[in-house]
């Protein structure tokens, strides 16, 4: 998957978990960003992206993401 | 030893930072090992058998890491998870023989009538923090967010003095590089902003917080006997809890942070004006900052993920959003807020009244969430309930906390619930004759509700001065953070909030003689008020 595929799974998906329609996640944006993105849905479009991808992410992976950027890059060395 | 002794003040630390400059100067390596045997003979002051129980579990860790190291490099992950595993139950069994087994053991007595005893178990001072730090080490090296140490990284990451008792509870990656990069030698900023930090802290702790102490004390004591703790007395002892915990919390940690940065590291912040809090999820934000992060890092993270992803797997739906159904809410927000709450109440202390401690800011969090996902479109599509709620919201949050504080202060539940009715108003509303005097023609009217005239103790007045008089700093001074902003006191201090949510007063920090003398009266002051012993209200968790 190349990251253009990432951030529009991940976009749809973080819509779909907030009732949004106009999110556009890039490779950038952190959580603080997006409104009522809180912890919870956070957690929430964790497991959401795992389920999609087949993946799982470490504590240590889902407590260091410091931006989408860094999602899509452990998504992709666990994808291989 | 305490940070406000004058051991401490005029031995141990002037004495530890001129060897570890002078040391410096000519090798790093050695002012690095003065640091470390300097950390070790302020752990084994207070007992020196503390430093026989925790050397080993220092050794047992660092093995246990090294050995996770390796299986990582031979990409064996599951012989890896199960050390990792391994590791944390090791530190949780630690901490859990010297921190509960009494606990325990009673509380099988009251529970089935037995009559098991057991010998007092002394409890090795800082054991939580070190536990909670040793065990966040760990989780780092199997994230691979470690990647290389030694033993004395190890050692100086573990019992480095200025947090080794009560935090800040600092990750390994955020410290070590520190020292990595840090020349060891005397440098004028660090050693001008570190002993701002530390005698503003100082100030804190012995001035404020030791001077509110017993007046709250006496209270509490009345309420421990079996007295009827009257409205007026039950409200200035919760506040005046509320406040000298504060106060000696946060000035513990500005003393904490304020050390080590005057061997060059900056620890990350604890506090950021908690009572001004908008909400009680913001006040967690704010209050004990670093334990917040840890629980909700290790703890209320990977258990609410396992939660979200079995309720995933099985077609349901998630949280957030339009998707927040009542079973979704309980499942994955309810349960693990509570959990990790009531576990944050039991590491505080081995008492049913910590656990209600945390069972109780569970419920505030839950309700406060719950809060949020209902009326979060209504309050911004209608500017004047968000008005309100601007006012309504902090005020809720500060008494809740007060409350709160209620169980975190009582030895037992009698105690705490004496005072908590008293609050309600159940023991009656008295007033000092005085107080009723002054108030003329309403005293009628007050009285009429059944506000009576009562005689009051020695406490009364100078408690509430001190109580107004610490609301008003709590409330509208800026923090030490804030006043130092531009020098980068504490770790990532720029996602603090800065002033914009808060006090009136704005006052910045700079290497001048103005500040240099108010930092010397706040320092002879919080110095003529060292005497005796005054242990930090955190020194016993």
Redesign the interface.
Known sequence: MTDQQFLELFSRTLN?????ESILLCMETRRIDVP?WD???Y??????I??ELGIRF???????FENVGAIVRRAQSLKG | MLFNSYEFLFLFLPVTAGVFFILGRSSKVLAIRWLILASLFFYAWWRPLNVALIAPSILINFGLARLLQRLLKQEKGSAAKAVLILGIVFNIAFLGYFKYANFFVHTADDIFDTQFVLEKIVLPLGISFITFQKIAFL??V????VVSFTLQDYCLFVLFFPQLIAGPIVHYREVMPQFERAPCVYDRDNVAVGSTLFFAGLFKKAVLADGIAPLVTAIYAQAIAGDSISFVYAWLAAIGFTLQIYFDFSGYSDMAIGIARLFGVRLPPNFNSPLRARNIIDFWLRWHMTLTRFL???LY??F??WL??RR??KGLK??????TTVGSFTT??MMPTLLTMCISGLWHGAGYTFIFWGFLNGMYLSIN?LWMLLM?NRLTSRPTLRRVMGFVSPVLTFLCVVTGMVFFRSPTMAAAWNIVHGMAGWHGIALPPVVLERLGSLAGSLQQWGVAAAPVNSEFFPLLQWVAGLLVLAFFAPNTQQILARYEPALGVETVTPYKSGPRLHLSWNASVAWAIAVAAIAAVGVAHVGGVSEFLYWQF
């Open positions: 779909d978990l907030l009732g949004e009522n912890s919870f849905s957690i929430n479009f964790i497991a959401a795992e389920m470490s504590v240590a992976d889902v407590e260091s | 989780v780092d199997a994230g691979k967010r909700t890092a290790y993270n990977p609410s993920l979200t992803r995933l797997a998630g949280i957030g959003g339009k998707n994955l927000l969430h979060r």
